[in-house]
């Protein structure tokens, strides 16, 4: 029905999260309804993602930069305190509801039902590392998974804490106010200080 190019474009950013077949139809004419800058700035920004954007080493989160982030970079956090996150998103919105000051880690997705080992994306071995070279003073103290209510993220927590219990560390997991299924990233701040605080030792 459409013409070539329109026809990839809607198969393209129909994979996207959050974004069908009808939507990515929709979104392919507003573009080519409007203004060329418009599809400039967006061409410039996906390049841009392509190339300017790296991962901070320790904590996988984003950067600009091959160095630390400006979190594990940051003097004045807590280094005594790991929060495990799924996904960017989850540790913007964690970040926004300011009451966690410790550090993170970016696992970068969670086991599903149908893994039968550690998925390669997943940086767990890096979370092992990270917490068997701090020695000390420097010593992580506790890991909070901060995975979402749900099969896969309980799977992952599940795993997680076998992983993590040689490394005699406590582990604990977001308690009460997130209902059952649902995503940090969609938690408003009172919920997720709520569950933070809450939060439940894993033994
Ligand atoms: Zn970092």
Redesign the pocket.
């Known amino acids: 029905m459409y013409p070539k190019p329109v026809k990839e474009f809607i198969e393209k950013f129909a994979k996207l999260p959050g974004i069908g077949p009808r939507q990515a139809a929709r979104l392919a004419f507003w573009l080519l309804n409007g203004p060329e800058i418009i599809r400039q700035d967006l061409k410039n920004a996906f390049e841009s993602l392509n190339k300017d954007i790296k991962m901070?080493?320790?904590?996988?989160?984003v950067?600009d930069g091959d160095d630390?982030?400006?979190?594990?970079?940051n003097p004045a956090r807590d280094r005594k305190t790991i929060c495990v996150v799924e996904k960017e998103t989850d540790l913007v919105t964690i970040e926004k509801s300011g009451v966690y000051k410790g550090?993170?880690h970016v696992l970068g997705g969670l086991f599903s039902a149908l893994d039968t080992a550690i998925p390669k994306n997943l940086k767990m071995p890096e979370l092992i590392n990270r917490l068997e070279n701090k020695k000390g003073k420097e010593k992580f103290e506790e890991v909070i998974l901060a995975l979402s209510p749900t099969h896969e993220g309980d799977l992952t927590a599940h795993y997680l804490e076998k992983l993590l219990r040689p490394l005699k560390v406590k582990v604990t997991r977001l308690g009460r106010g997130l209902p059952y299924g649902s995503d940090v990233e969609f938690a408003d701040a009172q919920t997720l200080s709520g569950a933070l605080e809450s939060r439940k030792e894993i033994k």
């Open positions: 901070c080493p320790l904590c996988h989160f950067n630390k982030c400006h979190f594990c970079d550090l993170y």
